[in-house]
Nanobody
């Protein structure tokens, strides 16, 4: 089992950068693929980015490719989402999630563990 706590959200202007952090508890962090999802008011959770348990594979939704970077530091049990050139449409509640499955997945329903989320607001 793993517990996740996100931080780093805030209010920024379009074009600015933010780095979200996700701290994971537990001694088995390395067995999980880790992802970031986001949720806008009245919408379901949208996949943003994922990183494999080895750290060697990543996957992004098209709308953030070239702007966002996911990374992990297993020595610190941390996952990060570096967000550059933010746009107003990136405004959402961002969640960190962990999946012990065999494949890197983009469906929120497949993820076992979730953090409480952090709000990102990008003004125009």
């Amino acid at each position: 089992q793993v517990q996740l706590v996100e931080s780093g959200g805030g209010l920024v202007q379009a074009g600015d950068s933010l780095r979200l952090s996700c701290a994971a508890s537990g001694r088995t962090f390395g067995v999980y693929h880790m992802s970031w999802f986001r949720q806008k008011p009245g919408k379901g959770r949208e996949f943003v980015a994922a990183i494999s348990r080895s750290g060697g594979g990543t996957h992004y939704v098209d709308s953030v490719k070239g702007r966002f970077t996911i990374s992990r530091d297993d020595a610190k049990n941390m996952v990060y989402l570096q967000m550059n050139r933010l746009k107003p449409e990136d405004t959402a509640f961002y969640y960190c999630a962990a999946d012990a499955g065999g494949l890197l997945r983009t469906s929120a329903a497949m993820y076992d563990y979730w953090g409480q989320g952090t709000q990102v607001t990008v003004s125009s």
